[in-house]
């Protein structure tokens, strides 16, 4: 097997005894870098040192993703163009914030009978939004909700 240093540096081929052999003389471990190599790479590090360094590696990383949101705003099919004016402001807002909106239009009763309300207001919601936000998909009509995602133009 090819044999690393805790550098990266080749020490040379030689046997899983012999690697084992030098890892406890500076009291490391031998660690498998790579096993479908030919011959195979092993690593004389310390273990838990790695493992540390991986995890905070990890936690950095984590740290510079930023995470999205789904907002969700509900509308009614009959409701007034101040009120559909003052949702999409607010969604606006989630906009700037850097998250995703959905908007549903929630049915009730007999308002189930005239979807094509829904779909309407729906359309007038990209048309307002066109400039900001764009869709992720076609309005969906799940049992008495109808929804569309819109996500941030950057």
């Known amino acids: ?9 080749q020490i040379g081929i030689m046997s899983l005894s012999e690697a084992i052999g ?3 003389k500076e009291s490391l471990d031998v660690v498998e870098v790579a096993s479908k ?3 195979v790479v092993v690593k004389i590090i310390d273990f838990k040192k790695f493992k540390y360094e991986e995890a905070k590696k990890e936690r950095q990383a984590r740290r510079k993703t930023k995470e999205i949101h789904t907002k969700e705003i509900w509308l009614g099919p009959l409701i007034s163009d101040h009120d559909l004016e003052t949702r999409l402001r607010q969604g606006e807002e989630f906009f700037s914030k850097g998250d995703r909106v959905k908007f549903t239009v929630k ?3 007999r308002q189930m009978t005239h979807t094509e309300l829904g779909f309407k207001l729906m359309e007038k919601v990209e048309e307002a939004l066109t400039d900001r936000a764009e869709k992720d998909g076609e309005p969906r009509l799940l049992g008495r909700n109808l929804s569309l995602s819109f996500k941030s133009k950057r």
């Open 1 to 9: 097997m090819r044999v690393l240093d805790k550098d990266g540096k």
């Open 22 to 24: 030098k890892a406890q």
């Open 37 to 39: 190599a030919n011959p």
């Open 107 to 109: 049915f009730t009763g």
